[in-house]
């Protein structure tokens, strides 16, 4: 679960911005709230804001915060950092910082970087309800608590004079402390980003729909109630070794003999009608969006997983993705949560979120950086038409007669 996010020199993120989960004193909808110990959690949140103002960069920072955590470890001696710093910034640090639950502990992991190495980094955590540091690092000088003082002697040995590496992930892959682990597993399992349609979620959809029939029942369900007619859909998945006669001719036999020594997925998803078959190439990009998608977020809503996306609304109905975001607000019973940017605008709707839910960017012209703002940081009625407002420009600077003369 997460509580809070911050960032600074993203794209065009300039300034460090903060997008915060937890719930203010307002007491709308206090029954949808996710509680923990003294904690009141937003299920859900959407960003809004005019193209190019940095919606995307807000959900990019955590892509990449995940991607550096999970893979930290892999990186060699000179391997340049993932990084995009705002244009007029480009000598200053990146930096984020992330305030999460997971498996029922509230952790605070933050680290600081440019191009080649890591600057600072720092671990707290907090089993009895009250923060401690599980490490701090300033440059490669790495400071444990005695609890976890490995740490230290690891990073002795490991960290090179300009380390590229960070010490969470480091440390997960050499050291046994269930703490760590834990931190660790939040952004590999507990954090599930969506930043395009580009994902390797058909595999994973289709052993659903081959091997668990009550996850195939809930999508047929699901896509009955969107008024599909789909009555039925079969899949198949098959691991195999390539073949030669799926290479190009003209390879050097060298690469050919790599690549055949590698093992392919072979996927088939076909969705029956009355009376018709369709393979899924043959659906519409709806369609094929929620074969893709389902069964993930299933998974996700289950196991209480945090699922961030951008552009959430790309291909489907406005009242199938309302639906969506509508039962990650509902789920009394998980954790789960679902943060997306979007340009939806009928779920702009205080029948659906609470003021500090949804949340605006916008670009300052002093030095082009976005700004990130909640809809309760500006005067809203509980009865206001948001929507109305927010296309009039009442909130952020929205694009109105881009065909006038």
């Given at each position: 679960m997460l509580l809070e996010f911050t960032c600074s020199n993203v794209r065009s993120i300039r300034d460090a911005v903060t997008l915060n989960l937890r719930a203010n004193t307002d007491d709308t909808f206090e029954k949808n709230l996710i509680h923990f110990e003294n904690e009141r959690v937003h299920p859900a949140c959407a960003i809004y804001g005019s193209n190019a103002t940095g919606k995307t960069s807000v959900l990019?920072?955590?892509?990449?915060?995940q991607t550096m955590v999970t893979t930290s470890h892999l990186l060699q001696p000179g391997d340049l950092l993932p990084r995009t710093p705002h244009r007029l910034h480009q000598d200053k640090p990146t930096e984020y910082q992330m305030e999460f639950v997971w498996k029922k502990t509230r952790y605070l992991y933050k680290f600081s970087y440019d191009n080649q190495r890591i600057l600072k980094e720092s671990l707290f955590y907090a089993p009895n309800g009250r923060m401690g540091a599980i490490f701090t690092r300033d440059g490669n000088s790495v400071k444990a608590a005695e609890k976890f003082s490995r740490i230290e002697t690891l990073c002795k040995e490991k960290l090179l004079p300009r380390s590229n590496k960070l010490v969470l992930s480091l440390a997960v892959n050499n050291l046994n402390y269930e703490e760590l682990e834990d931190a660790f597993l939040f952004y590999k399992d507990g954090l599930v980003v969506l930043m395009n349609d580009n994902n390797n979620w058909l595999e994973y959809s289709a052993s659903k729909f081959e091997h668990d029939k009550a996850i195939k029942d809930m999508f047929l369900k699901f896509m009955k109630d969107t008024g599909s007619d789909i009555v039925d859909i079969k899949a198949r998945s098959e691991q195999r070794l390539m073949t030669a006669a799926e290479l190009p001719p003209d390879i050097p036999q060298a690469v050919k003999a790599m690549f055949l020594n590698q093992t392919v997925v072979t996927t088939e998803v076909k969705t029956v009608y009355k009376g018709f078959t369709l393979d899924i190439i043959e659906e519409s990009l709806g369609t094929q969006k929620l074969i893709r998608m389902m069964c993930p977020i299933m998974d996700i809503f289950q196991k209480g997983k945090t699922f961030v996306?951008?552009?959430?609304?790309?291909?489907?109905?406005?009242?199938?993705?309302?639906?969506?975001?509508?039962?990650?607000?509902?789920?009394k019973a998980s954790d789960a949560q679902i943060i997306c940017a979007t340009h939806d605008v009928e779920m702009l709707d205080l029948k659906l979120f609470r003021r500090d839910q949804i949340w605006f960017t916008d670009i300052n012209p002093d030095y082009h950086r976005t700004t990130l703002k909640p809809l309760s940081s500006y005067p809203c009625r509980k009865d206001e038409n948001v929507q109305r407002k927010y296309l009039e420009s009442k909130y952020c600077k929205v694009a109105r007669d881009v065909w006038a003369e």
């Open positions: 990019t920072g955590m892509a990449i915060m996306c951008d552009e959430i609304e790309s291909h489907l109905h406005p009242l199938i993705v309302r639906q969506l975001v509508g039962r990650f607000i509902r789920g």
